[in-house]
């Protein structure tokens, strides 16, 4: 059965120079999608993907993440919007990475696409009325 699960990599000093998405290619037959990434030489990294492939093969290149030191996260939760909270101040429109929300110059409103959403948290810190929360 295939599958297809984003995840976010973290990755310790120690292993952001290594060709460890690559070994997920060519060793169990995944294929990504990098939906964002933050790895600079000689600190943390972090990495959001998309991986595909069969559930076996899947399961196999977890556990060589896990094995090789990665912390991994599921995104299995997602970010909402309080509706009633949300004043469409438009800080998160700037700060957004993904480009999940848009100012609407005629209305003045904030549209928020959650399928654009990468559920990086950026927009939890920065939304002043909190509007913005995690859904599990």
Same mark, same amino acid.
């Given at each position: 059965?295939?599958?297809? !699960?984003? %995840?976010?990599l973290r990755f310790?000093?120690? #292993?952001?120079?290594?060709?460890?998405?690559?070994?997920?290619? !060519?060793?169990?037959?995944?294929?990504?999608? %990098?939906?964002?990434?933050?790895?600079? @030489?000689?600190? +943390?990294?972090?990495?959001?993907?998309?991986? /595909?492939?069969?559930?076996?093969?899947y399961d196999r290149?977890? /556990?060589?993440?896990? !094995?090789?030191?990665?912390? %991994?996260?599921? #995104?299995?939760?997602?970010?909402? /919007?309080? +509706?009633?909270?949300?004043?469409?101040?438009?800080?998160?429109?700037?700060? =957004? @990475?993904?480009?999940?929300? +848009?100012?609407? #110059?005629?209305? /003045?409103?904030?549209?928020?696409?959650d399928e654009k =959403?990468?559920?990086?948290?950026? =927009? #939890?810190?920065? =939304? @002043? @009325?909190?509007?913005? +929360?995690?859904?599990?």
């Open positions: 059965m295939a599958v297809a !699960k984003k %995840i976010v310790p000093r120690r #292993l952001v120079d290594q060709p460890i998405v690559s070994r997920l290619v !060519k060793e169990y037959n995944l294929d990504f999608n %990098i939906l964002k990434a933050s790895i600079t @030489p000689d600190e +943390e990294g972090l990495m959001v993907l998309e991986l /595909r492939g069969e559930q076996a093969d290149g977890i /556990r060589y993440l896990t !094995k090789t030191g990665l912390r %991994i996260q599921s #995104l299995s939760q997602g970010v909402i /919007r309080n +509706e009633e909270r949300c004043t469409h101040c438009g800080a998160c429109v700037t700060i =957004c @990475p993904a480009g999940a929300f +848009e100012l609407d #110059l005629v209305t /003045r409103r904030v549209a928020f696409d =959403c990468l559920v990086c948290g950026i =927009c #939890l810190m920065a =939304c @002043p @009325p909190r509007a913005m +929360e995690l859904h599990f």
